[in-house]
């Protein structure tokens, strides 16, 4: 079945030059929580993850809870007011603390970033399809120390990225695209030990594209900020062929030390030819 992915960022690589990009377009609040056909499996996967592995996939610092109040409201609001005909009578699970209990209710995940002396630090998500990190080593984090393991970001882009998030308003949310092609269609993948074990050699045929669509906005009240991350996967062998060659563009065009950090530096040559070939190019 040929399907176009719902957001194409790997035709936005130029050739030769690869940088890191703050990339983020103004967000219309309208769309700020996206459900799409996988709602329903994707929330089940949700609720067998967190009675799984609830401390890999959920924690947070103690003195947020204003913080997670705020943020789950305005997911329930949002969902009573976009999506009518679906959510009309949603709620809170009032047992779960609220942050998690706004996770389970959309495909996002969802991180928390405040300030504390000065700094923005990661106070706590819900993150149940986590592409290849670990939510619980982030916490307390700043973004440097968040993004480190990302091969040339600090240096490419750090202060930007900061300067960016000091100055979002409630009024002025964006959102911005990430991807990367993996050996799984598994979207549960943290690098604690609990996901199922990665498939041994892979064939180009088997990975998917993943895709994540994810969105920042400052809360009024308390002054926090949101990162929702909506991860969507496509399996490559359903890709069009005009999607197929781009993807293997852009593939060829990231250097070494950032393909390592995507784990594609021993595959991403063979995928990206077997694209070109299966697009008959
Ligand atoms: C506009 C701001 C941001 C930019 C430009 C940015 C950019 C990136 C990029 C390029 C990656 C590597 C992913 C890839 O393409 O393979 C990444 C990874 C990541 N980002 Fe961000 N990011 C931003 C904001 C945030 C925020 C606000 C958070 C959380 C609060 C966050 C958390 C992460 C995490 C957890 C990873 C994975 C790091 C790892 O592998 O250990 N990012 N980010």
């Known amino acids: 079945m040929i399907s176009r992915p719902p957001h194409e960022p790997y035709r936005e690589v130029p050739e030769g030059t690869f940088r890191w990009r703050l990339g983020v377009r103004p967000l219309d609040l309208a769309d700020w929580l996206v459900i799409t056909d996988h709602y329903t499996h994707e929330v089940a996967e949700k609720a067998r993850i967190m009675a799984a592995h609830p401390n890999t996939a959920f924690c947070v610092l103690d003195d947020v809870e204003?913080?997670?109040?705020?943020?789950?409201?305005?997911?329930?609001?949002?969902?009573?007011?976009?999506?009518?005909?679906?959510?009309?009578?949603?709620?809170?699970?009032?047992?779960?603390?609220p942050l998690d209990a706004a996770g389970r209710l959309i495909q996002e995940d969802l991180v928390v970033m405040v300030e504390r002396d000065n700094d923005l630090i990661f106070a706590g998500g819900s993150v149940c399809f986590p592409n290849r990190w670990d939510l619980r080593s982030k916490l307390g984090r700043t973004m440097a120390e968040v993004h480190e393991p990302v091969t040339d970001l600090n240096a490419q882009l750090g202060d930007t990225v900061d300067a960016f998030l000091r100055r979002l308003t409630p009024t002025k949310p964006v959102w911005r695209l990430g991807w990367g092609v993996l050996d799984t269609d598994d979207l549960y993948q943290p690098l604690d030990g609990t996901a199922e074990p990665?498939?041994?050699?892979?064939?180009?045929?088997?990975?998917?594209?993943?895709?994540?669509?994810?969105?920042?906005?400052?809360?009024?009240?308390?002054?926090?900020?949101?990162f929702t991350i909506h991860t969507h996967l496509t399996p490559l062998v359903d890709l069009p062929a005009d999607s197929a060659t781009a993807l293997a563009s852009a593939l060829d065009a990231i250097p070494t030390g950032i393909a390592e950090y995507k784990q594609l530096?021993?595959?991403?040559?063979?995928?990206?030819?077997?694209?070109?070939?299966?697009?008959?190019?």
Request: glycine content about 4%.
């Open 66 to 97: 204003a913080e997670c109040v705020e943020i789950a409201t305005a997911v329930v609001d949002h969902l009573r007011h976009h999506h009518p005909d679906r959510f009309d009578q949603v709620e809170l699970d009032p047992s779960l603390h």
């Open 198 to 226: 990665r498939p041994i050699d892979a064939s180009p045929a088997a990975h998917h594209l993943r895709v994540e669509r994810e969105t920042l906005r400052r809360f009024p009240e308390t002054g926090c900020i949101l």
């Open 265 to 281: 530096d021993e595959t991403g040559a063979a995928i990206a030819n077997w694209l070109r070939e299966s697009a008959g190019v």
